[in-house]
């Protein structure tokens, strides 16, 4: 038989000037003057929540825009007298895993996590493979097409899977 595990969330009576008493379930701690005040602990970091947001956001767009340019710039150029096109594609999905690896190496290490998830190692093996042949895959096609249309295609391949529910 299953055991059940304790609620973590936590009941509050708030005022609200448009409703009666209302009971909202939280998880944050709960802090007496907030609940004074009529307002929910939640509600203090809103705007701090949506702010981080918009720069994550952006911080996402903007290095998309710069790896696309790099990445097409370094695939489209024409190399040496002969102008021949850049081939070391797996040099170059080397440094990219690399670079990632060294990113989320340092974000660990500044942010520390207390989350331990029991997922078997061979998940995280398969996840893996499975990101390396996308990523070559990736830049080899822009031996072909551009990035955006690279993207694009890239885009597209989710209809089918919402359209069928895979």
Do not use: W
């Not at 996402?60 to 710039?73: D, Q």
């Not at 070391?88 to 690399?98: D, G, P, R, V």
């Not at 080899?140 to 551009?146: D, N």
């Amino acid at each position: 038989m299953a055991q059940s595990r304790p609620s973590t969330l936590n009941k509050v009576p708030v005022e609200n000037k448009n409703l009666s008493k209302t009971t909202q379930r939280i998880s944050a701690p709960i802090d007496s003057k907030d609940t004074e005040e009529g307002r929910s602990p939640m509600d203090r970091t809103e705007k701090g929540s949506f702010f981080r947001l918009v720069i994550h956001i952006g911080g996402i767009v903007c290095a998309y825009t710069v790896y696309g340019f790099l990445l097409e710039r370094i695939t489209r150029t024409k190399y040496g007298e002969e102008g021949e096109r850049f081939n070391a594609y797996f040099m170059l999905l080397f440094s990219a895993c690399s670079f990632n690896a060294m990113f989320a190496f340092v974000a660990l290490k500044l942010r520390p996590s207390d989350n331990t998830a029991a997922v078997p190692q061979y998940n995280y093996i398969l996840i893996s493979i499975a990101y390396v042949g996308a990523m070559f895959g990736s830049s080899f096609s822009l031996k072909f097409v551009s990035y955006p249309t690279q993207v694009l295609a890239k885009s597209c391949k989710m209809i089918p899977v919402m359209a069928m529910g895979i």
